[in-house]
């Protein structure tokens, strides 16, 4: 669905745009002929200004619902990530957060090194290689 909607809104502001850019040089270079000057303003508002328009505001609504799914997605990182803690008593693996928020093993990385240095949290190193952070609860 965001596919059609991000096509749909560039192709109306594409024939938008250029028609109202045409439409303008044609009014600007128009003789005194009144009736030419109308019908080119009426194209401009049809076929130009309207397609703008709503190209325009096809672009702002994805931008908008993107920004709320964004917005959601991260509201659930943090709140798998308080579960987690909870559940294991302050100690978690990055493996442990990506699977549980389904999220890449560098994402999850990056979002446990930001909460450890905002939350004070120390590491400790298992045999096996794996970072293990220990918040304080």
Not at 30 to 42: K, P, Q
Not at 62 to 83: A, G, K
Request: with cysteine.
């Amino acid at each position: 669905m965001q596919t059609i909607q991000k096509t749909l809104a560039g192709a109306c502001l594409l024939f938008g745009l250029s028609i109202s850019l045409l439409a303008t040089v044609q009014i600007v270079d128009a003789d005194d002929d009144l009736e030419d000057l109308a019908e080119t303003a009426a194209a401009l508002v049809l076929f130009g200004l309207a397609p703008t328009a709503l190209g325009s505001w096809l672009a702002w609504n994805l931008r908008h619902s993107n920004r709320q799914t964004t917005q959601s997605l991260s509201l659930q990182q943090e709140q798998m990530f308080l579960q987690l803690l909870q559940s294991q008593a302050g100690d978690l693996t990055i493996i442990q957060f990506a699977a549980a928020a389904q999220v890449p093993i560098d994402q999850a990385k990056e979002f446990l090194d930001q909460k450890a240095q905002m939350l004070n949290a120390s590491f400790d190193v298992k045999d096996s290689g794996a970072i293990v952070y220990r918040f304080p609860l």
